[in-house]
C-alpha cells in the first residue's frame, strides 16, 4: 500500500509539468492530417492477415448532449431539448460497421464494447437497440465480452436501463464529478447525491454487474472539506471502480472553460485534494491501479493488474490486453495493425459521408520500429508496474541500456527521488512512483516538445 506521507507537496512542485496520458504513442496531437480511406482499409486487412490476428474491442462514440458541463473537455455536440439529430447519426452509425464488418474478419471475436460520449443516453431505448443489434448481426461478440455505457445520471431513464440490461449490458460508468452542490453549481452538473443513490439501486436491481464513477479534482469552488466529503460520500455507494481524474483546465481547446477560470485551485490544492482520494479509497480497501484508477479487489481490473492482462489505450485503462480498438462514431479512434485512425470531427462531413458509404479520416498514423519499441515499453510501466529489459531486448533485437541511454540518465533522477528503482534487469516504480507514472513513461518519449516549444497537453499530476 501508499504511505501517503512519502508522497511530499515537493514532489509535486517538481514533477507536475505537462505530458501525456499516454493512451496512445505516439500521442494523437502528433498524428498527420492525411489518412485516406483506403489507407485504413489497408490496415484493418493487415490486422485480418496477421500470423494470430487479434481479437477486438470497440467504441462508440455518442457525441450529443443535452446540456453542456463547463468543466468538460470532450467532443460533444449541445442541442437541448431538441433531438432532431439523433435518429440520423444512428443511421451513419449502422452504415459505417457495415463498411468495418465488411473488411473485418468476422473470425475475430469481440471482446470489449463501450457507448462513450457526449452522453449515450441522450439516445433513445429504441435507438441504442437499433445499434447494438446492428452490431451483432455484424460482428462475432464473445459471451464474455465486457460490454459498458457512461451515464449521465440528470437523464438516464428506467427504460434506458431496462434496454441496457436487455441489450446484454453488463458495465454502468456513472459521471459523479464531486457531489457538492456549490461545485455542482459552478460547473453546470446539479445531480445531488440523492438522485445518485436512487440510481445506484436501481442499476443493482436491473442486474448490472458492475459500476464505475468517475470523480474530477481540482475543479473551482473544491476545498479538502467539500472532497473529503465527497470521497465519503462515494464510500457509502460502494462503486466497483473508481477514475480520479484531474481536471484538464485547456481553455485553448475549449473556451468556455474560462467561464468558471475565477476559482482555479494551485497545483499544490489539487494534489492535496487527490491525495484525500488516494487515501480514502485505499484505506477503504480498494486497489491502486495506477495514476488515477481504482478497483475493488474482487473486481476484474484488480485481476487484470495481477495477471498482466491490464492495458491502456483511448478508454483509459482497460482489462483487455492485446486487442484491436474499432472506433465508431465522430472524432472515434481505431488502433489497428500498428497504425491509428481518427473520424472528422464534422457532424455533417461525418453523417453525408456514410450515406455514400465511406468514413472520412480526420487523421491518422502509421508507427514505425521505434514507435513500437517506445510504445512497448510504456505500456508496460503505465500497465504492469515494470519493464523487463530482456523480454524487450528478446522481442526487439536490441539491447536495452544502449538503445534507451538517455531515457535511463533521465530516470536516474527519478530514481534519486524514490519514483523508480533501476538494476541491470527492470525498470521498476516503486509505490510511490505509481502515482507518476505519466513523468517516469516521459523518459521513453521522442516526441516531447523541447523546452520553448509550444506545449499541448494537460499536466501529469
Request: contains cysteine; aromatic residues 12%; hydrophobic residues 40%.
Amino acid at each position: 500500500m501508499i504511505d501517503i506521507k512519502n508522497i511530499s507537496l515537493d514532489l509535486l512542485e517538481k514533477y507536475d509539468v505537462q505530458g501525456p496520458r499516454y493512451t496512445s504513442y505516439p500521442p494523437a496531437p502528433l498524428w498527420k492530417q492525411d489518412m485516406s480511406p483506403g489507407a485504413y482499409e489497408d490496415l484493418l486487412i493487415k490486422s485480418n492477415q496477421a500470423p494470430h490476428p487479434r481479437p477486438l474491442s470497440i467504441y462508440i462514440h455518442l457525441p450529443f448532449c443535452e446540456n453542456l458541463c463547463l468543466f468538460c473537455a470532450c467532443t460533444s455536440i449541445i442541442t437541448g431539448r431538441n433531438h432532431k439529430f439523433e435518429s440520423p447519426y444512428a443511421v451513419a452509425l449502422l452504415r459505417e460497421m457495415e463498411w468495418l464488418a465488411a473488411r473485418v474478419d468476422r473470425s475475430r471475436p469481440i471482446h470489449q464494447i463501450h457507448l462513450g460520449g457526449g452522453t449515450p443516453n441522450y439516445f433513445s431505448p429504441s435507438n441504442l437497440e437499433k445499434i447494438i443489434s446492428k452490431l451483432r448481426t455484424s460482428f462475432r461478440i464473445a459471451p464474455e465480452a465486457e460490454i459498458g455505457a457512461e451515464i449521465d445520471p440528470r437523464t438516464v431513464t428506467g427504460a434506458h436501463l431496462g434496454a441496457l440490461r436487455d441489450l446484454g449490458f453488463n458495465r454502468l460508468s456513472f459521471g459523479i464529478q464531486d457531489f457538492d452542490p456549490h461545485v455542482q453549481q459552478k460547473i453546470r452538473r446539479v445531480q445531488p447525491f440523492p438522485m445518485i443513490q436512487d440510481l445506484v439501486d436501481r442499476a443493482r436491481g436491473e442486474g448490472f454487474a458492475s459500476i464505475n464513477f468517475d470523480l474530477v479534482y481540482g475543479l473551482p469552488g473544491q476545498t479538502e472539506k467539500t472532497f473529503q466529503k465527497t470521497v465519503e460520500e462515494v464510500l457509502t455507494l460502494a462503486p466497483d471502480r473508481l477514475a480520479v481524474y484531474s481536471y484538464a483546465y485547456v481553455p485553448w481547446m475549449k473556451k468556455y472553460q474560462e467561464k468558471i477560470n475565477d476559482g482555479q485551485l494551485s497545483g499544490r490544492e489539487k494534489f492535496k485534494l487527490f491525495l484525500l482520494a488516494l487515501e480514502g479509497f485505499t484505506q477503504a480497501g480498494y486497489q491502486y491501479i495506477g495514476m488515477d484508477h481504482f478497483a475493488k479487489p474482487n473486481d476484474e481490473l484488480s485481476w487484470a493488474r495481477v495477471n498482466g492482462t491490464l492495458w491502456r489505450n483511448f478508454q483509459g485503462y482497460t482489462t483487455k490486453a492485446g486487442t484491436d480498438l474499432l472506433g465508431l462514431g465522430l472524432s472515434a479512434i481505431s488502433q489497428v495493425a500498428g497504425g491509428f485512425a481518427q473520424n472528422t470531427r464534422k457532424l455533417f462531413t461525418y453523417q453525408e459521408s456514410l450515406n455514400r458509404g465511406v468514413p472520412v479520416l480526420a487523421k491518422g498514423y502509421f508507427s514505425n520500429n521505434d514507435d513500437f519499441i517506445r510504445s512497448r515499453v510504456i505500456q508496460r510501466i503505465m500497465c504492469q508496474a515494470g519493464v523487463d529489459k530482456h523480454l524487450v531486448e528478446s522481442e526487439f533485437g536490441i539491447s536495452f541500456d544502449e538503445y534507451f541511454a538517455v531515457a535511463l540518465q533521465q530516470l536516474a533522477d527519478l530514481q534519486e527521488d524514490g519514483l523508480v528503482k533501476l538494476t541491470p534487469e527492470e525498470i521498476r516504480p516503486t509505490e510511490t512512483g505509481r502515482v507518476f507514472l505519466r513523468n517516469l513513461a516521459m523518459a521513453f518519449d521522442a516526441y516531447l516538445p523541447q523546452k520553448g516549444e509550444k506545449q499541448i497537453y494537460s499536466r501529469t499530476v
